[in-house]
């Protein structure tokens, strides 16, 4: 199947900081990536979908200004926490599906998740 | 999306099948019904969906409903390595990978 990659799997960050979080897809083009978060023993809850070549779509409640999400190339998306406050710590996670012709791949791949720390 | 429940928790033991139940009552004709699952601290992984018939594949079995308004997941012979949490998902024809996930069912293993 496709590889969806995330980098780094862990980061600690001081408070007042910006951590970037990058998710890449492997073996293949991604126009549209998606970001998650989820606390402990939660659900994940989607962000935002990042759109390649144009400005990100929030979900409700998700500052666009704190979360910001870069798309710059078919195979790379970046979210960056700016100035990071230990309740933004959380495990990030991406995904993607591969694009057939007109219709998107069936299944969706995850990157690994990224655990953020604020402290 | 159409929002769908599952229980919160099940165990099995090792090497038994495992039935796990999920109810979207309020499915649409064109939603498939995809199940994902999740490790400890991983990302979810694809497991199985379908439309309306049943569906079997190297990890599970999919058995949905005549009325589509219900649907079960099968793994047939449960490991350790099944622990996990498990996500039934409604997922629209537009199929852009967008996925809303709802609580899910925390799935224990026993040796």
């Given at each position: 199947?496709?590889?969806?990659?995330?980098?780094?799997?862990?980061?600690?960050?001081?408070?007042?900081?910006s951590v970037k979080i990058e998710c890449r897809s492997l073996d293949f083009q991604a126009t549209t990536m998606f970001w998650y978060r989820q606390f402990p023993k939660q659900s994940l809850m989607l962000m935002a979908t990042s759109n390649e070549g144009s400005k990100a779509t929030y979900e409700q409640g998700v500052e666009k200004d704190k979360f910001l999400i870069n798309h710059a190339s078919l195979t790379l998306?970046?979210?960056?926490?700016?100035?990071?406050?230990?309740?933004?710590?959380?495990?990030?996670?991406?995904?993607?599906?591969?694009?057939?012709?007109?219709?998107?791949?069936?299944?969706?791949?995850?990157?690994?998740?990224?655990?953020?720390?604020?402290? | 999306d159409a929002k769908t429940t599952q229980p919160n928790s099940m165990e099995s033991n090792e090497e038994e099948p495992v039935h796990l139940p999920c109810n979207h009552s309020t499915i649409s004709g064109t939603d498939y019904i995809h199940w994902y699952?999740?490790?400890?601290?991983?990302?979810?992984?694809?497991?199985?969906?379908?439309?309306?018939?049943?569906?079997?594949?190297?990890?599970?079995?999919?058995?949905?409903?005549?009325?589509?308004?219900?649907?079960?997941?099968?793994?047939?012979?449960?490991?350790l390595?099944?622990?996990?949490?498990?996500?039934?998902?409604?997922?629209?024809?537009?199929?852009?990978?967008?996925?809303?996930?709802g609580q899910g069912t925390t799935l224990q293993v026993k040796p």
């Amino acid at each position: 199947g496709a590889v969806v990659s995330q980098h780094p799997s862990w980061v600690i960050c001081k408070s007042g900081t910006s951590v970037k979080i990058e998710c890449r897809s492997l073996d293949f083009q991604a126009t549209t990536m998606f970001w998650y978060r989820q606390f402990p023993k939660q659900s994940l809850m989607l962000m935002a979908t990042s759109n390649e070549g144009s400005k990100a779509t929030y979900e409700q409640g998700v500052e666009k200004d704190k979360f910001l999400i870069n798309h710059a190339s078919l195979t790379l998306s970046t979210l960056t926490v700016t100035s990071a406050h230990p309740e933004d710590s959380s495990f990030y996670i991406c995904s993607a599906s591969p694009r057939t012709g007109s219709y998107f791949y069936t299944e969706a791949f995850f990157g690994q998740g990224t655990r953020l720390t604020v402290v | 999306d159409a929002k769908t429940t599952q229980p919160n928790s099940m165990e099995s033991n090792e090497e038994e099948p495992v039935h796990l139940p999920c109810n979207h009552s309020t499915i649409s004709g064109t939603d498939y019904i995809h199940w994902y699952r999740q490790l400890p601290s991983q990302g979810p992984e694809y497991v199985i969906h379908g439309l309306t018939s049943n569906v079997n594949n190297r990890m599970a079995s999919l058995a949905i409903a005549e009325d589509r308004k219900s649907s079960t997941l099968i793994l047939h012979r449960a490991t350790l390595r099944d622990a996990a949490v498990y996500y039934c998902i409604l997922h629209g024809s537009s199929n852009t990978g967008k996925l809303i996930f709802g609580q899910g069912t925390t799935l224990q293993v026993k040796p």
